[in-house]
């Protein structure tokens, strides 16, 4: 899957690079920002795309994607994990553990 590539879409610069990750955020949302929050006090460097400033046909088709990449409807925030995992809404130990069982994985 091609993440979009517009203004909505930044990269965040870490120390941490173990990991291609990809956050989805929408840029009113709470969890959102303590989702970022959680990654650059982790260190990690990651892409950024505010889903909510992308225009209507993109977002629709990142939704779209997501879904038929994973399996689940998406809602935000999301992480993509080297582009074979997804974790939906911020729960800072699913993250820990998501990100982690990659790290054995791969």
């Known amino acids: 899957m091609s993440d979009p590539i517009s203004t909505a879409t930044t990269i965040v610069d870490g120390e941490r690079t173990d990991h291609d990750l990809v956050f989805y955020s929408l840029s009113t949302c709470i969890m959102c920002r ?3 929050r959680y990654l650059e006090d982790k260190g990690y460097r990651f892409r950024v795309t505010m ?3 992308l225009p209507p046909e993109e977002k629709e088709q990142l939704k779209r994607e ?3 990449k ?3 409807r998406v ?3 999301a992480l993509t994990i080297d582009d074979r995992r997804i974790v939906l809404g911020f ?3 699913a993250w820990d553990d998501a990100i ?3 790290r054995t994985d791969g």
Do not use: I, M, N, W
Request: zero cysteines.
């Open 66 to 68: 997501l879904t038929l």
């Open 51 to 53: 889903v909510d400033k």
């Open 34 to 36: 303590k989702a970022r």
């Open 70 to 72: 994973h399996g689940v």
């Open 100 to 102: 982690a069982e990659e």
């Open 75 to 77: 809602v935000f925030p």
């Open 91 to 93: 729960f800072r130990k």
